[in-house]
């Protein structure tokens, strides 16, 4: 099964949660109209809605009564992540997303982070909706820990000190808990067991740690048209990912000397240098090797549920997290 293929499969469902987020997004406010259409418009794989759909899938839920709870979560899920991404654009200072320039970048840093705000509140409307509790309480947790892994990755910020432990931790905090949550819920509203329900989470854990890596790796590696950002952004913003930690601990001490200042410093005046080391000391492989375990755990997870195309096609969605060049 090709990635392709897993669109296809739930190219009906997505459709559905498409026109949902469309109609959920009006406002009486014309510029939350605009910044809203325009950052959930501008492109984006839409992975998270995507996993809702195919747990929810994979345990036969919309066969059941009331089949539209995973319709309407996976839409409060590409919300809350629309939301992290109007604030993170503040936070870094971002001008790219996706290749087009960010909300802040045409309409201003308080108009992103208030119509992020919006955001995240009208999710919380829709999730209501769903009338339950356990959904209630898992998506709370996860904007929460969501939040603790911005400020974490702040606070390692220009910190060159940052170990690899520390940055996995931010990882696990601020990207992977949203995959975390949109893998579970799956579980949740189809009312599996308690076993069933952790194993889902886990393999969404797995798979959004696996993927914020490769994303690290594309840092270095791919071309700013493919990543939709500039090459080099999380240097110049000073953030210590992974390729960088491993370069400064495996180079020389003039290559550890020079990564260590442009972290603390940020910029990109050493970026080709930069570059050159993290590829000659095998931090790509390196990073890469950590994302390949991560997927493999995630596919591990899937051990215990019935094969079926929704099973096969979450085991395709973890081997492209780490295969893909975009």
């Known amino acids: 099964m090709t990635i392709e293929d897993v669109f296809q499969l739930i190219e009906g469902d997505m459709d559905r949660v498409n026109s949902l987020i469309q109609d959920s997004l009006y406002s009486e406010v014309v510029l939350i109209n605009q910044i809203s259409q325009y950052i959930i418009n501008s492109g984006g794989k839409r992975l998270r809605p995507v996993l809702v759909l195919l747990s929810a899938n994979a345990f036969s839920y919309p066969s059941r009564e009331n089949g539209e709870k995973d319709i309407i979560l996976a839409s409060v899920i590409e ?10 654009d503040v936070v870094d200072e971002s001008e790219l997303r996706r290749g087009k320039d ?15 705000d919006f955001l995240y509140s009208r999710a919380f409307e829709m ?14 947790h996860s904007t929460n820990t ?23 931790e931010v990882i696990h905090f601020k990207t992977a808990k949203l995959f975390e949550s949109a893998s579970q819920l799956g579980a949740v509203i189809a009312e599996q067991d308690q076993a069933t329900e952790q194993a889902m989470a886990k393999f969404g854990m797995h798979l959004g740690t696996a993927f914020q890596l490769i994303d690290d790796v594309l840092d ?14 999380d240097l110049a913003e000073g953030k210590p990912t992974l390729p960088l930690i491993y370069a400064m601990q495996h180079g020389t001490k003039e290559q550890a000397e020079m990564i260590k200042d442009a ?30 375990k991560e997927a493999q755990q995630a596919i591990a997870q899937l051990d215990h ?9 979450l085991i395709t969605l973890a081997n492209f997290s780490v295969e893909r060049s975009f």
């Open 127 to 140: 999730m209501v909706g769903v009338g339950s509790m356990r959904v209630m309480e898992i998506l709370s």
């Open 220 to 233: 270095y590696s791919a071309s700013s048209e493919d990543m939709g950002k500039n090459v080099g952004d």
């Open 305 to 313: 549920i019935p094969d079926s195309r929704y099973k096969q096609a």
């Open 79 to 88: 919300f809350i992540h629309t939301a992290t991404l109007l604030h993170d």
């Open 146 to 168: 969501i939040a603790e892994g911005e400020v974490l990755q702040l606070l390692n910020c220009n910190d060159a000190s940052t170990t690899e432990e520390r940055y996995l």
């Open 263 to 292: 972290i603390e410093h940020g910029g990109l005046e050493q970026i080709e240098a930069i570059t050159e080391t993290i590829h000659t000391t095998g931090a790509l492989k390196y990073t890469q090797e950590i994302a390949q």
């Open 102 to 116: 960010t909300a802040n970048e045409l309409w201003g840093n308080a108009a992103s982070v208030l119509v992020g």
